[in-house]
DNA sequence: CTACAATCAAAACGAACGTTTGATCCAATC
DNA sequence: GATTGGATCAAACGTTCGTTTTGATTGTAG
């Protein structure tokens, strides 16, 4: 088959420039003239390698949520491994769930920081065939991880858990793709406080680095917060009120 | 004038729907013949009282966030005030700012939970005006509270202190925006684990309050955490890496 | 040489888009 | 009762959208 290699550069040309521009200016903002023309192929190439807007889109997604997801997979795997049978540290979990994802950041190969925004920024879109696909997409890693959570943390009850793996999924979604907004929102730039060194427009490697490093003590401190009291509940609801151990 | 009373009428139920069907479709997704269409009124009367597209945004945001942000500066003069020059707790400021907004979702006159997710969502939309836009609004209650939070925590870096603000800004935002989501993402309705009964379609008042009262305790838990430890600093920084302290 | 997949330029398609126009309505004003 | 001016209306404007088609050209595999 002379499939060999003018078809892959016409091919990730354009999920290059794809995933590019969907990051800057989203889904529906962005034209498949403006997708070619930047790419430098031709109008009709979308629709004969993909099919159409909507398989762009999801083959954008594919080749790099399949290869983050298996990475995800087999670091968990290797976790319970390691572990014996024994429950795993929530630390563990987190870092092996988020520590994967934000190191694609440093790597621009897999995508870089430009991928990264675009999946944050995609994940809140609320286009039924783009929360379809990563219902499919996620399904089982979530399920991995979930079941790890429900056997790390015994004593918090899972419904507990579920909500603050959603909460944590948000930290990290909106920090990843509000890396430009920041200073929008905060009236000032994040390196310009406290004295750091500001004038470097941050690197999107060291942009990710020091992104992982801020974020996963803050989820870890949020996972292993005290529970809600229970102030009014519809029903009287069985006891389940006691504080959660705080070492973990 | 016979400004008296039609023309309230359709100005609001644009406004109405509009914010439903933004929520729903996202802006570019949304046309203005489906909000007409659905606010049984002309075409043209969009462009008639609001001007344009983008203005009709900016209107539908204005409305509810020019009283959610006098609420919430409100609240941190109380609190201050209360407080008589002493720096205040962090489990109040963040009551105070992210309390008032949640109880906005208890509230349908003020938008309800269809403005919350909209809001949720809107914060992550590339479009610029969006972005000018929202810095606008938010650049007194995001500088207040950012001060009011370095005053509360004087060993912790400022710039760590807006890095969690700006996470915990994320939780709460993708938290919001997701809640007809989470079943999608986890697989699984939140109701139905850990026994809770779930049957119940979760009223959109009944959700808010649930949604608060588990928000809460994992923003604090996430504000409060230990500090990371700095691995690699680009310039030796001053010592500054003590641990935080546990009681606030 | 033949065959076939890949790419191209160009044009067109119908549909949907945001916006504008000019007439019409109607209550308030003089 | 005529006039004014804001509100509403039907209809059309010009543009852009995603997609398809046509026909020619390339480079490679059999």
Redo the contacts between chains.
Sequence with gaps: MPDSKASNDTRERILDVAERLF????Y??TSMRSITGAAEVNLAAVNYHFGSKEALLREVFRRRLAWLNQQRLQALDRLEEAAGGAPLKPSQILEAFFGTLLRMGEEPSLGGMTFLRLL??T?????EFI??F??GE??EV??RY?LALFRALPDV????I??????????????I??TD??Q?????E??D?????AAEELGDT?LA?RLA????????????????R???S??TR?ASAGGLPTEV
């Excluded at 994940?123 to 286009?127: H, I, K, S, V």
């Excluded at 406080?193 to 060194?197: C, F, I, K, N, P």
């Excluded at 801020?214 to 005290?226: E, N, V």
Aim: contains cysteine.
């Design positions: 990051m800057q200016h989203g529906e903002a944050g920024r994940l809140t879109e609320p286009a929360r379809t990563f219902a996620y399904a979530i399920d979930k009850p899972q419904a507990e579920v909500w603050r793996l959603h909460f944590m999924l948000g930290a990290m979604s909106y920090a793709a509000g907004v920041l929008v929102v905060t009236g000032c994040v390196g406080l406290a004295g750091e060194a060291a680095r490093q801020r974020l996963m003590p803050f989820l870890l401190g949020g996972l292993r917060a005290p529970l809600p229970f102030e009014e519809p029903i069985a």
